[in-house]
């Protein structure tokens, strides 16, 4: 594991954050400590020696390549984001923007190959692609919410993981194209840096379980910490990035931290990313582990549905915070 480590300048600004890198390979009791560790510290990790085959990964990537590559008015005959389908700027239904374009798709075989026929020109292979990524991110997701479990001690290793094994899940992949941005300097003779990034995706949580990032080597993704500084987290196109969900925050009776974070654009590079989102069917009963709840630690949340929470998160703006709805009376205000 290669310990988080943030690098400063002038002993006060932070310039980049090297996330836990955590090795699956390793004994599991070990990796499952781990994994609860930087939950608890960032919300935050990578992991490397993750079993997806690089296969799997090179024919998802190429295929979000093709079809961001596609003419606009190409790229509009998936049908326009509502939520599933092509998306350019807007993002949600309530006023966000950004330098995004993007493809959301549910995580559902016969959705996907429906939706394949507008999408590629070769539905099938476009369909095969997406369907083999997603059942291999969705198992590695399952092992980590099994680890998850584990180094909580919590009796039923499966709690978190069946909830998006079930067949109803409402779990999404979603592909982000961040176009390069050039930035051009309104005075030459100015001493201040003017290569600043624009926003690509705006500062958020992510209302489910667990996200699954794969990026390419082109830097981007930004994380809030305690401080509230904003921290470029460094590429790396061997690993996945892992990320605690506002539902797992929930689910852990707010243990783990599910961290706001942002995505800038380069000013030279294109940066595609591929993003599953782990989620439950949209009846499941969200609410802590019986062995988490405590006198000394109460519970923080009260029980709620998937549909309730999704419900609430899609009336609100990108940046706005979800979890507090459902905080108990009287308990201090943690999200």
Same mark, same amino acid.
């Given at each position: ?101 993007? @493809?959301?798709?549910? =995580? *559902? ?5 429906? !939706?394949? +026929?507008?999408?590629? $020109? ?125 539902? @797992?925050?929930?689910? =852990? *009776? ?5 961290? !706001?974070? +942002?995505?800038?654009? $380069? ?69």
């Amino acid at each position: 594991m290669v310990v988080a480590s943030p690098t400063r300048i002038h002993g006060e600004k932070l310039l980049a954050i090297e996330l836990p890198v955590i090795d699956l390979s390793g004994e599991r009791s070990m990796v499952s400590n781990l994994i609860v560790k930087a939950c608890e510290d960032y919300g935050f990790f990578k992991v490397k020696n993750h079993g997806v085959p690089h296969d799997i990964i090179a024919k998802m990537e190429k295929e979000s390549f093709n079809f961001f590559a596609k003419p606009f008015d190409e790229k509009q005959k998936s049908g326009l984001a509502n939520p599933f389908g092509y998306g350019c700027k807007n993002i949600g239904f309530n006023g966000d923007m950004g330098e995004v374009e993007y @493809l959301l798709l549910n =995580t *559902n075989p016969l959705s996907i190959a429906e !939706r394949s +026929k507008t999408i590629s $020109n070769d539905p099938t292979k476009f369909s095969s692609a997406v369907s083999g990524y997603i059942e291999a991110v969705r198992e590695l997701a399952c092992e980590l919410l099994d680890l998850m479990a584990e180094g909580l001690w919590v009796p039923d290793r499966s709690v978190f993981s069946r909830l998006i094994r079930d067949v109803d899940s409402d779990s999404m992949i979603r592909l982000n194209h961040y176009p390069p941005m050039p930035i051009l300097c309104k005075d030459k003779d100015s001493s201040s840096p003017c290569n600043q990034n624009k926003v690509g995706f705006g500062e958020h949580s992510d209302p489910q379980i667990l996200t699954i990032l794969r990026s390419n080597d082109v830097g981007g993704l930004q994380i809030s910490l305690n401080d509230g500084a904003w921290v470029p987290v460094t590429p790396d196109s061997t690993a996945f990035c892992v990320n605690v969900g506002d539902l @797992l925050q929930a689910m =852990t *009776n707010g243990r783990f931290v599910s961290v !706001r974070h +942002k995505a800038l654009t $380069n000013s030279y590079e294109s940066r595609m990313s591929m993003a599953y989102f782990a989620a439950p069917p949209l009846n499941a009963r969200i609410a802590v582990p019986p062995e988490m709840v405590t006198p000394i630690k109460p519970a923080l949340y009260k029980p709620f549905t998937w549909a309730e929470f999704k419900k609430a998160a899609y009336a609100l703006r990108l940046g706005d915070s979800r979890l507090g709805l459902f905080r108990m009376e009287g308990e201090e205000q943690v999200a």
